[in-house]
């Protein structure tokens, strides 16, 4: 089974670049060669991601983001299929 990734894809249900149907696969993101667990949204074509900024909240209690830049790499966990 082959999983077709977006180029965009964030895990905030609000965000127009949320896809329930990709996310219900157990995606996980190498980042500089580095896997990376607390990743909010990622961006292919840019070269970034978007992870939480320790404990610190928004107004709306969303968890503050940093974006990082470098090569992002998606995959399945626990499967063969990459992207």
């Not at 969303?62 to 299929?81: D, K, Q, S």
Request: net charge negative; with cysteine; aromatic share 8%.
């Amino acid at each position: 089974m082959t999983v077709q990734f977006p180029d965009r894809l964030s895990v905030d249900p609000n965000s127009p670049h949320y896809d329930e149907e990709v996310l219900s696969n157990d995606v996980g993101i190498r980042f500089d060669g580095k896997e990376k667990t607390n990743v909010e949204e990622y961006c292919i074509s840019e070269g970034w991601i978007k992870v939480a900024a320790g404990n610190a909240k928004d107004r709306f209690g969303r968890p503050m983001t940093i974006r990082l830049r470098g090569v992002v790499e998606p995959y399945v966990r626990g499967g063969e299929a990459e992207a």
